[in-house]
């Protein structure tokens, strides 16, 4: 059974930065493309970036230049580094795989709220 834990996330003001982990208890972790998810309150889940096997990567377009995605195939971990908050981004970020409908179960997420 596949486990996904975030971690990272908190309180901070706009402006500020963060920046969120996600370990996942998977074989052959480097295989995957990994991608990080968020979910704001009253909103569906949105795919926010994706980092493929060799490393590349992709961001949906309102997080363009202010997030980062890697990932430590070492440590079974994928990384968002979060800088020039927005209080839009308040949401819970969640890691999985960039496929529709996941296979894996979800993590419990982490909260990040931006608000001064």
């Known amino acids: 059974q596949v486990q996904l834990v975030e971690s990272g996330g908190g309180l901070v003001q706009p402006g500020g930065s963060l920046r969120l982990s996600c370990a996942a208890s998977?074989?052959?972790?480097?295989?995957?493309?990994m991608a990080w998810y968020r979910q704001a309150p009253g909103k569906q889940r949105e795919l926010v970036a994706t980092i493929t096997s060799n490393a590349f990567t992709n961001y949906t377009d309102s997080v363009k230049g202010r997030f980062t995605i890697s990932r430590d195939n070492a440590v079974n971990t994928v990384y968002l580094q979060m800088d020039s908050l927005k209080p839009e981004d308040t949401a819970v970020y969640f890691c999985?795989?960039?496929?529709?409908?996941?296979?894996?179960?979800w993590g419990q997420g982490t909260q990040v709220t931006v608000s001064s």
């Open positions: 998977v074989t052959m972790f480097r295989f995957y493309a």
């Open positions: 999985n795989v960039p496929v529709d409908p996941t296979p894996w179960p």
